[in-house]
């Protein structure tokens, strides 16, 4: 993993919108109709290079493939693994239960879309044996790169935390919750070591802060703590064959605009998170639930072995950051890591975390990621002193 070892560099959590065509045939094969696969899979690898060569063109360093062959960012697992089937019964977020009027406006704006709150439960024994689609998703990701003028400084592909997947395909088979997370993380090992290979593993758990208000809201917080904890050591079996400095884990508070007054403050799930077996933390600062937490990060003090991925660009609003709001940020986050080197600008979360659900227009994501590394320039004058 890469570090902003002579100035910032600049990234993204992962997902990136879809095209519409690409969209509506991820979300009617998720939903079991006949769609023509060989189609698409050719939509999906123009996507993957169409995303590829406008980071480039935005001036990212550390580059995804946008999940473009995926229909949500964890519910794509049903699809690559044997045992799930029917239908979850996930909980609604305590914002939409407590916010009526704003839960039915979600629901107007996002009428179609990959599924979140419905989708498939493991009804039998998970088993991955089966990386085609995995294999295929690093083919056309590394074909992408390798069509780019210049190279880009690191990329790096996503993949579902156990615990994210646990409580988003809902356990109807396992005995407890934990055999269910200690299941799916012996078989998203699999995924793991086979995108570490060839790229950064970027693990996304947000269900390490999200499910407080979510699946596990009847908890306290030393009990979802506990939870949290047991999500860890289960990623951590997953990892234990992949150097740290080779992944890097997303967690976050939900990626929606929404509330989020019941978010868990991130002081208290930081020592959770310091327990993972990973070289980088990529966290939400960016939007206006969290802005103030970078006090929290300073007093809890990142770990020497950890790098930095700070949110500096809010992933559900069309606003486009000033560089020099960015800027500001990304030297808030420094101060609170104490190393510049140890900070690689980020988004808060993804820009297409579900088919159909994005918050932000492309066109704007395009805008804001330009933003970003206009904003990464300016703050690296700033911390190496430049003119």
Not at 222 to 244: G, M, Q, T, W, Y
Request: aromatic share 8%.
């Amino acid at each position: 993993m890469r570090r902003s070892d002579d100035r910032i560099l600049t990234t993204h959590v992962g997902s990136l919108p879809r095209n519409p065509m690409l969209s509506d045939l991820l979300i009617r094969d998720e939903a079991g109709e006949a769609v023509d696969k060989v189609e698409l899979a050719r939509l999906s690898g123009e996507a993957v290079r169409h995303v590829v060569e406008r980071q480039a063109a935005a001036g990212v360093d550390v580059v995804g493939d946008g999940e473009q062959p995926r229909v949500g960012f964890q519910t794509y697992v049903a699809q690559r693994m044997k045992g799930f089937g029917g239908e979850s019964s996930r909980p609604r977020p305590r914002d939409y239960v407590e916010f009526p009027a704003f839960a039915a406006q979600m629901g107007r704006r996002f009428p179609r879309r990959g599924k979140v709150s419905n989708a498939p439960q493991a009804q039998a024994e998970i088993v991955y044996d089966d990386l085609t689609a995995a294999e295929e998703e690093c083919r056309m990701f590394s074909a992408a790169l390798d069509g780019l003028g210049k190279p880009p400084v690191d990329a790096f592909m996503t993949a579902a935390s156990p615990g994210i997947i646990a409580t988003t395909l809902l356990n109807a088979h396992y005995d407890s919750h934990e055999a269910y997370v200690f299941a799916l993380a012996r078989q998203m090992r699999k995924e793991y070591e086979r995108i570490a290979r060839d790229f950064i593993l970027q693990v996304d758990a947000p269900d390490l802060a999200m499910e407080h208000t979510m699946l596990f809201q009847d908890k306290s917080v030393a009990e979802f703590l506990k939870i949290a904890e047991l999500h860890v050591a289960a990623l951590n079996e997953a990892l234990s064959d992949i150097p740290r400095e080779r992944v890097r884990l997303h967690c976050c508070w939900g990626n929606w605009e929404g509330p989020h007054t019941h978010d868990i403050p991130m002081s208290d799930v930081l020592p959770v998170l310091f327990s993972a077996k990973v070289g980088a933390l990529s966290l939400e600062f960016a939007n206006p639930r969290h802005q103030h937490e970078y006090a929290a990060l300073k007093k809890a003090r990142l770990p020497d072995a950890f790098v930095l991925l700070p949110g500096v660009i809010d992933s559900t609003t069309n606003y486009v950051e000033h560089p020099e709001v960015v800027a500001n940020r990304i030297c808030e986050a420094v101060d609170a890591v104490g190393d510049r080197s140890r900070v690689i600008a980020s988004s808060d979360c993804g820009f297409g975390t579900f088919a159909g659900g994005e918050f932000v227009a492309e066109d704007v994501v395009w805008a804001k990621l330009k933003s970003c590394r206009e904003g990464a320039d300016i703050a690296t004058r700033r911390l190496w002193g430049r003119a």
